[in-house]
Structures are given as structure tokens and as C-alpha cells.
């Protein structure tokens, strides 16, 4: 038997308004909770979100894109590692940040 959780993911204003969705977004998630299981199941959920947070080639992160849960910067973790027991258990979101450049 496969084990859904359902995951809280924070977007950036600009893809919650390109997806039409407001505030946070509740996402069940089979199997093991990874940022590509997340992303994958964010991306099913609301298909126009395809292309904007990941390449949709090469599945890599856009640049100036960034992930972070549980104040932790997961951008550079292989999509694959499980992410926090906080976030699995729906007490901590996974938020997908829009990167600022320039000084």
C-alpha cells in the first residue's frame, strides 16, 4: 500500500496568479516525499506551472529559482533526497522561492 501525504507548497505570487490558485497549496503526494515527487505532483495539479520551475527537458531548476523547507536552502540537494520529516508530516511548508540577482 502506497502512503499519501499531502504537502503544503509555498509559490511566488506570479506562478500562484499564472496557476490561479491563492495562498498556499495543499498537495497529496504518493509514495516517498522528494522535491522531484512534490514538483511532479505540483506540475500534474496545475499543468500551466510545467516549464516555469524546472526545465521541462532535463527536469533541472530554473535558475534564479530556489527551494528551501524548514529554513534550510534545498536547492542544490539531488531531487531525490527525502525531504524534511516536518514537511512530510504537514507541520512545515516547502516553499519555492524566486531568487533576486544584482547588488
Not at 72 to 94: F, Q
Amino acid at each position: 500500500m502506497i502512503e499519501v501525504h499531502v504537502i503544503r507548497v509555498r509559490v511566488p505570487h506570479h506562478l500562484r496568479t499564472l496557476a490561479g490558485v491563492e495562498g498556499e497549496i495543499a498537495l497529496p503526494v504518493d509514495g516517498p516525499v522528494t522535491q522531484r515527487s512534490v514538483l511532479d505532483a505540483l506540475e500534474a495539479a496545475h499543468p500551466v506551472l510545467k516549464g516555469t520551475i524546472r526545465d521541462r527537458h532535463t527536469q533541472h531548476r530554473r535558475p534564479f529559482i530556489r527551494f528551501f523547507a524548514c529554513e534550510e536552502d534545498l536547492s542544490n540537494d539531488p531531487p531525490d533526497t527525502p525531504l524534511p520529516p516536518e514537511v512530510i508530516a504537514g507541520r512545515e511548508p516547502y516553499f519555492v522561492v524566486g531568487a533576486m540577482a544584482g547588488g
